[in-house]
């Protein structure tokens, strides 16, 4: 079983920046690949970015050159910093972990709220 917790979301204007965490619960988390995911309102859950255990990064088109994740092992923490932020970055952001290996993510936070004012 594993548990994530988010936070650093909240609200600032376009242009500005954030940086969310997500807290992962257990001993093997650099095991994982992690993931973060976002989702606007009347809109479907949409992958932002994901690290894997060898550290290779993995961006959507749309966040590319303004977000970059990152992970701390030694934290069990998994970051995502977000600058050059635009209205259309307002979502829930969803960090989630891909225990199985398969490309699936198997669990998932609750969830922090971002938004961009413009």
């Known amino acids: 079983q594993v548990q994530l917790v988010e936070s650093g979301g909240g609200l600032v204007q376009a242009g500005g920046s954030l940086r969310l965490s997500c807290a992962a619960s257990?001993?093997?988390?650099?095991?994982?690949?992690m993931g973060w995911f976002r989702q606007a309102p009347g809109k479907e859950r949409d992958f932002v970015a994901a690290?894997?255990?060898?550290?290779?990064?993995y961006y959507a088109d749309s966040v590319k050159g303004r977000f970059t994740i990152f992970r701390d092992n030694a934290k069990n923490t998994v970051y995502l910093q977000m600058n050059s932020l635009k209205p259309e970055d307002t979502a829930v952001y969803y960090c989630?972990?891909?225990?199985?290996?398969?490309?699936?993510?198997?669990?998932w936070g609750q969830g922090t709220q971002v938004t961009v004012s413009s």
């Open positions: 257990g001993r093997t988390f650099s095991m994982y690949a």
């Open positions: 989630a972990t891909d225990t199985g290996g398969g490309g699936a993510y198997n669990y």
């Open positions: 690290i894997r255990r060898s550290y290779s990064t």
